[in-house]
């Protein structure tokens, strides 16, 4: 089955820094790539997703990239503000059952 | 109108129980899903239904019976608790990729 990757596992960064987290994929099926952020205690929501058909996508402080021959995608966030602090989830999954194959997650805390 | 509702929130029960969480989803979608998050917040998908057929049945204990009565609904039942159960359990409706998920199931076991 498909194996997700996701690096780093906390990330700590200043107000006004980026932040970049990457993912790895092994199954050259996957072809939907969504990220999403969870704050304490709340349920997963999504922020940004990508399709194997898409290098790259933004929406305003955030953009994901998508390496479909090394098999591998990042979450940028620029301008990092404090409610950005939260534990970010790289998915991937295929055509076959939609269901959702998470990275371990990564803690991000932006600083003042 | 909350789109994927769980319940209950919470739930603590002892060791040796059984217990079920309910799982209703207001949104049409043909798929329906049970993830579970354990205390290091790994997310991971346990169950997968389309149009009340169970289509994906991961690695799970047969402890753990999913039922799915209609294409809205996707309840969860566990028997014989262990103290290892203790986690956030997600229910999730999709609709192709089109993903919502409930806000969570927090189970202890004790």
């Known amino acids: 089955g498909e194996n997700v990757e996701q690096h780093p596992s906390t990330l700590s960064v200043q107000e006004g820094d980026s932040a970049v987290i990457k993912c790895t994929y092994s199954?050259?099926?996957?072809?939907?790539f969504p990220w999403y952020k969870q704050e304490l205690g709340k349920r997963p929501q999504l922020i940004i997703d990508?399709?194997?058909?898409?290098g790259e996508k933004k929406d305003q402080r955030i953009a994901v990239t998508l390496n479909k021959t090394a098999k591998h995608f990042s979450l940028h966030i620029t301008e990092t503000q404090p409610e950005d602090s939260a534990v970010y989830f790289c998915a991937a999954t295929t055509n076959s059952g939609y269901a959702l194959n998470f990275g371990k997650g990564t803690s991000l805390l932006v600083t003042p | 109108d909350t789109a994927v509702s769980q319940t209950p929130k919470y739930l603590v029960t002892q060791m040796g129980n059984d217990k079920s969480i309910k799982c209703e989803q207001n949104l049409g979608h043909d798929t329906m899903y049970w993830y579970k998050q354990d205390s290091k917040k790994f997310l991971k998908i346990m169950f997968s239904y389309n149009n009340k057929e169970l289509i994906i049945n991961e690695t799970v204990p047969n402890r753990f019976s999913p039922k799915s009565p209609d294409k809205a609904h996707l309840n969860l039942h566990i028997n014989s608790l262990e103290l290892g159960d203790s986690a956030v359990y997600f229910c999730?409706?999709?609709?192709?990729?089109?993903?919502?998920f409930g806000s969570g199931t927090r189970l202890t076991v004790v």
């Open positions: 990508i399709r194997s058909n898409v």
């Open positions: 199954d050259s099926a996957s072809n939907y």
């Open positions: 999730a409706s999709s609709q192709l990729k089109d993903y919502t």
